[in-house]
C-alpha cells in the first residue's frame, strides 16, 4: 500500500512539475518570439523604491540601477533564455533541482522588483520550494531518474572536482 501511495505522489509532483515548466516554457518562449526589452520594467522597478510607500526596497533598485540597467543588453538575452530552460528542464526533469533552483531566483528577483505577492510570481516560488524540498518523487517521472544513478556510477568528486571512475 506505501508504495502505491509513493507511486501516485510521484505521479502528482511531475504533474505540478510539468505544469510549472509549461509556465517558464511559455514565458521565455513568448519573450524570445518578440523584441524583449527589460529595461522598462527595470526602470519601473527603479522608480518605484521612492515616495512614500516604496515597492521596491533601496538595495535592491540600487543593485538594478548599478548592475541590471548599465548591462540591459546581458538581461534581455539572459531572461529569455533562462525561463526557456527552466521550463525544458522541469518539463523534461532533467536536472530538476537546478532548474527549480534558478526558477526560484528568477521569481524571487520578479518579486522584489515590485510584482508583489498577489502576483502569480509568488505562487510558481512556492511551488518551485515545496517541489525543491519535497525529494526523490519531483524528478522519479522524468530523465534524473536516469540521470543521476548514471552519473553516480561512473563518476565522483573529490575536492569539488568531477573525476572520472576508473573500473
Known amino acids: 500500500m506505501r508504495k502505491h501511495l509513493n507511486g501516485l505522489v510521484a505521479i502528482g509532483l511531475s504533474i505540478v512539475r510539468i505544469w510549472l515548466g509549461l509556465q517558464w516554457l511559455k514565458a521565455g ?25 516604496p515597492r521596491v526596497q533601496g538595495w ?10 548599465p548591462n540591459i543588453e546581458f538581461f534581455n538575452i ?3 533564455w533562462g525561463e526557456l ?4 528542464g522541469l ?6 533541482v537546478p532548474a527549480l533552483i534558478a526558477g526560484a531566483f528568477m521569481n524571487a528577483n520578479f518579486i522584489m522588483s515590485g510584482v508583489g505577492l498577489s502576483s502569480l510570481d509568488s505562487k510558481l516560488f ?6 525543491l524540498f519535497i ?30 571512475k576508473e573500473n
Not at 62 to 67: K, P
Not at 91 to 96: E, F, V
Not at 126 to 131: D, E, G, S
Open 29 to 53: 518562449y513568448s519573450k524570445l518570439g518578440s523584441e524583449f526589452d527589460a529595461s522598462g520594467f527595470i526602470q519601473g522597478a527603479i522608480a518605484s523604491a521612492s515616495g512614500e510607500n
Open 60 to 69: 535592491y533598485a540600487s543593485f538594478l540601477e548599478t548592475a541590471a540597467l
Open 78 to 80: 539572459l531572461i529569455p
Open 85 to 88: 530552460l527552466v521550463g525544458l
Open 91 to 96: 518539463i523534461s526533469g532533467l536536472a530538476t
Open 126 to 131: 512556492v511551488i518551485a520550494m515545496i517541489l
Open 135 to 164: 525529494g526523490k518523487s519531483r524528478y522519479y517521472y522524468g530523465l534524473d531518474r536516469f540521470v543521476i544513478p548514471y552519473f553516480k556510477k561512473h563518476f565522483h568528486t573529490k575536492r569539488g572536482m568531477l573525476i572520472i
